[in-house]
Nanobody, 123 residues
Framework: VQLQASGGGLVQAGDSLTLSCAAS????????LGWLRQAPGKEREFVAA?????YYADSVKGRFTISRDNAKNMVYLQTNSLKPEDTAVYYC????????????????????WGQGTLVTVSS
């Protein structure tokens, strides 16, 4: 599956933003899907994942919501109450037959990556 992320932008602290990731290819519903992010000068980190369940990093739990639309081959990340520390390039990822919890295992390798979309949160 090929992924194309979009929806990033410049927002103020406390604002909301919805990131989208469009997938092309077969068997989309069989993929675990997720979002990772990489802030300037920092390592890439897991944000959220979805299969039939969802799984979130503690840093975004309660503020971000991941969802998917298998009919449209789309995955979304609704980000609320954004903080300056959420500033990063956000990547969507996919791995076949993988649970949400497993998608969040540190160092996990994924089958596909989107190109990344930049979210900048000003204070």
């Amino acid at each position: 599956v090929q992924l194309q992320a979009s929806g990033g932008g410049l927002v103020q602290a406390g604002d909301s933003l919805t990131l989208s990731c469009a997938a092309s290819g077969r068997a989309f519903s069989s993929y675990g899907l997720g979002w990772l992010r990489q802030a300037p000068g920092k390592e890439r980190e897991f944000v959220a994942a979805i299969s039939v369940a969802t799984y979130y990093a503690d840093s975004v739990k309660g503020r971000f919501t991941i969802s998917r639309d298998n009919a449209k081959n789309m995955v979304y990340l609704q980000t609320n109450s954004l903080k300056p520390e959420d500033t990063a390039v956000y990547y969507c990822v996919a791995k076949l037959f993988t649970s949400a919890r497993t998608m969040g295992v540190p160092g996990k390798e994924y089958d596909s990556w989107g190109q990344g979309t930049l979210v900048t949160v000003s204070s």
